[in-house]
């Protein structure tokens, strides 16, 4: 598991769902595509938590935050909390914390 931080949303919610579910992106300095090199990205083979990150135009949570997880059979929960200041140290209007 792995809270969002300012870098998962650097180029916004599309950035933040590629990373959790998937997928290609346009982005880097010059647009490119890492598809076309390095075939479609599967996903994080971790869960994203982040029970402070709103989509906008939703108003729900992206990605959830939190999980519960047992552990030599006593339950744990996990809060992904993410610092105030990504928003104002990432290009992006997409999310909101």
Known sequence: MS???NHE?????AQLLR???????KGGAAGVDPCLSHGQ???AKFQYL???VIDNSTGKLLPPGDTI???NA???GFI???????????STTAVST
């Open 50 to 52: 982040a029970a402070n």
């Open 3 to 5: 809270s969002v931080g």
């Open 19 to 25: 990373l959790t579910q998937g997928g290609c992106f």
């Open 80 to 90: 992904g909390l993410t610092l105030a200041w990504p928003a104002t140290t990432s």
């Open 9 to 13: 949303v650097d180029s916004g919610k």
């Open 74 to 76: 006593v339950k744990v």
């Open 69 to 71: 997880h047992t552990l």
């Open 41 to 43: 990205f599967e996903g």
